[in-house]
């Protein structure tokens, strides 16, 4: 039985300011109209020697990976919560350990959540070639063929052929990213493909090797496993173990050590849409070699990726850049720079802004939340509350707030009360009172919430009852 294992922990640095930490891009519908995680669940369902897939993610983000599995229909045989993201090693043995659960050493393959692949006929082919490798006893990676001597990718160079009618090979190296001159005779040698971060292997196989080669990794994974608790759909992995697990990638802490490792050449047009360029890559564009999403007008501009989430975005003579406009920033990059929106994003951090991992509309489990003007004192909010949703029964130590509902229906605990709110309806809660607000109708509930205090940051939240099973 082939069980794939969905890594979606990854932050997306590099597609700021769409991609941010708690909606990364592996959650955004970037090529089509299914996210690039909807995307990876799907592609593996049509066949039944498949199961169901298990998904190692960031607790942050463990509702969008139901929510978007639910809308797609998707069958998810586990959610593995992260209480701190440790790199793809920890999360391949914590997954083969539970995969060895459902069924007798089963094949892993082993997928980042975050890549477009538009051969979905070769790729399925290429993992029937890497499942009968990875059950005669390899370690498998895909190496994809590259088409043009890329920069920005590791490379793997093949050895010799398992056997004379094999499609798959020794491994010889491991490198790091190139320079240009490097990565040119990389192509030209024709033994050298991209590293792709896809894997197969035994569970059991896999286990062995990472408990040989890094046994104190795997003994923090087998203990945050022991230690981990059911919550709701979820696994959670025992926080303080985990967290002292080391962090490593599968590459580094295997991979490069064991004596069994193959590679199988992988055709199936693969993009890890890691960068502005990236997406520009395989997106349609105009005669003028443009991308233009949105609400974009642009006159003698050429080779550019261009990208409106609301206003109107105007561009005058643009010779390949990348140009993103959302509700709260704005990014502007040549193309062949495109990479370093990562360090953008660092000083951002360095200097603590919030646009760093926060949209203004932020998604809950309940809904989402935006906020329409935030000054001294005082801030404004658009909330929208799914139908049979409920947020946590809470209070605050600094603010007030009041409610007027705009459409649907609103069940509010208010202290001791509960009141029934209609469209054009109001309440004030004043600071320091319990309060809870539900949707009990088959339409979204939409409300204006206005806060005032002397501090309106989200920590300021005491959660006494949630569903979710957040905490403060």
């Not at 983000?61 to 978007?68: C, D, G, K, L, S």
């Not at 914590?94 to 979905?120: F, T």
């Not at 309806?425 to 319990?434: A, H």
């Amino acid at each position: 039985m082939i069980i794939p294992v969905i890594l979606a922990g990854g932050s997306g640095t590099r597609l700021w300011p769409l991609s941010r930490q708690l909606y990364p891009k592996q959650f955004l519908p970037l090529v089509n109209g299914k996210t690039l995680f909807q995307e990876t669940a799907l592609r593996l369902g049509q066949n039944p020697e498949i199961a169901p897939p298990i998904v190692v993610c960031n607790e942050e983000h463990r509702f969008m990976v139901a929510e978007q599995a639910r809308q797609q229909d998707v069958q998810l045989s586990k959610i593995v919560l992260e209480p701190a993201g440790k790199n793809t090693a920890p999360a391949a043995y914590v997954a083969a350990r539970l995969a060895s659960e459902l069924h007798d050493d089963p094949i892993l393959l082993v997928l980042p959540a975050d890549h477009h692949i538009r051969d979905l006929s070769m790729l399925l082919s290429t993992i029937e070639i890497g499942a009968s490798v990875a059950s005669a006893g390899s370690l498998v990676t895909f190496g994809i063929v590259p088409q043009y001597a890329e920069t920005g990718y590791g490379y793997i160079e093949r050895g010799e052929q398992l056997g004379v009618d094999s499609d798959a090979f020794h491994i010889k190296r491991f490198v790091e990213k190139p320079d240009t001159q490097t990565a040119q005779s990389y192509l030209d040698s024709g033994k050298f493909y991209w590293n792709s971060g896809m894997f197969m292997f035994s569970a059991k196989q896999f286990m062995q090797e990472l408990e040989r080669f890094r046994p104190e990794m795997a003994d923090a994974c087998q203990k945050a496993i022991a230690e981990g608790k059911s919550d709701l759909d979820f696994f959670r992995l025992d926080a303080a173990n985990f967290e002292s697990c080391p962090s490593d990638s599968i590459d580094y802490a295997v991979m490069e050590h064991t004596a069994h490792g193959a590679v199988i050449p992988l055709y199936a047009g693969w993009n890890d849409i890691g960068s502005w360029s990236a997406l520009w890559d395989v997106k349609d564009k105009d005669e003028n070699q443009n991308v233009a999403i949105g609400d974009v007008v642009s006159e003698d501009s050429h080779g550019s990726y261009m990208h409106s989430t609301g206003r109107l975005l105007a561009v005058v003579g643009v010779r390949d850049h990348v140009i993103v406009e959302t509700a709260d920033a704005v990014m502007v990059s040549p193309k062949d720079r495109v990479q370093d929106v990562k360090k953008l994003v660092d000083k951002l951090k360095s200097k603590k802004r919030p646009e760093v991992s926060l949209h203004k509309k932020v998604y809950r489990p309940w809904g989402t939340y935006e906020t329409i003007n935030l000054e001294d004192r005082f801030q404004v909010k658009r909330i929208t509350v799914k139908p049979g949703a409920v947020l946590s029964l809470q209070k605050h130590h600094h603010r007030a707030e009041h409610w007027v509902v705009v459409r649907g229906t609103a069940l509010v605990t208010r202290g001791e009360e509960s009141l029934l709110l209609k469209e054009d309806e109001s309440t004030y809660i004043p600071l320091g009172f319990m309060h809870r607000l539900e949707n009990p109708g088959k339409i979204d509930l939409e409300l204006v919430e206005v806060q005032t205090g002397s501090y309106l940051g989200e920590d300021d939240i005491v959660r006494v009852e949630d569903v979710y099973g957040r905490g403060n």
